[in-house]
């Protein structure tokens, strides 16, 4: 079976739910947490995802990168809801971790990105131009200009 086929992700699913049911103090199940989110958020079951990233939230040392990776994935799926208040709530806890220095250019691009999608192109422009001062890549600097000159 292929990775990306249906049944091996329903497999994966299933074993990363007994991985926290049988050690759901391990570190195993922390990250099995985290990964269940990733599962559910690839199938588009966002609810699902939600509950995986908050309970992974809730059981992750505060200074995990993954911690800022997982609000940034609640942020992703509250945006695939259209639900933009929480998107931006939780792309703003991303922002406030430990480690977010280290992600701060994806945060603020999704965080215009929402704002794009709520109609309040200026403060898209704003997060775009935080992000492009933390931008290295050539390719994403002219991609965040384009975008920029178009709002």
């Known amino acids: 079976q292929k ?17 926290i049911v049988q050690y759901p103090r391990s570190r195993a199940a922390v990250l099995a947490r985290y990964r ?7 199938r588009h079951e966002f609810d699902a995802a939600i509950l995986a990233y908050k309970d992974f939230l809730s059981e992750s040392p505060a200074d995990s990168d993954l911690v800022t990776l997982a609000y940034h994935a609640l942020g992703a799926c509250h945006e695939a809801k259209k639900n933009f208040k929480e998107a931006i709530e939780s792309l703003e806890m991303a922002m406030k971790t430990s480690t977010a220095s280290s992600f701060e250019a994806l945060n603020y691009i999704s965080i215009a990105r929402v704002h794009e999608a709520m109609n309040s192109p200026q403060k898209a422009v704003e997060f775009y131009q935080k992000a492009l001062g933390k931008i290295t890549d050539p390719l994403m600097t002219l991609f965040l200009k384009r975008k920029i000159s178009v709002l």
């Open 36 to 42: 269940l989110g990733n599962h559910y958020f690839s």
């Open 3 to 19: 990775a990306e086929s249906p049944d091996a992700d329903q497999a994966a699913i299933k074993e990363y739910k007994d991985l």
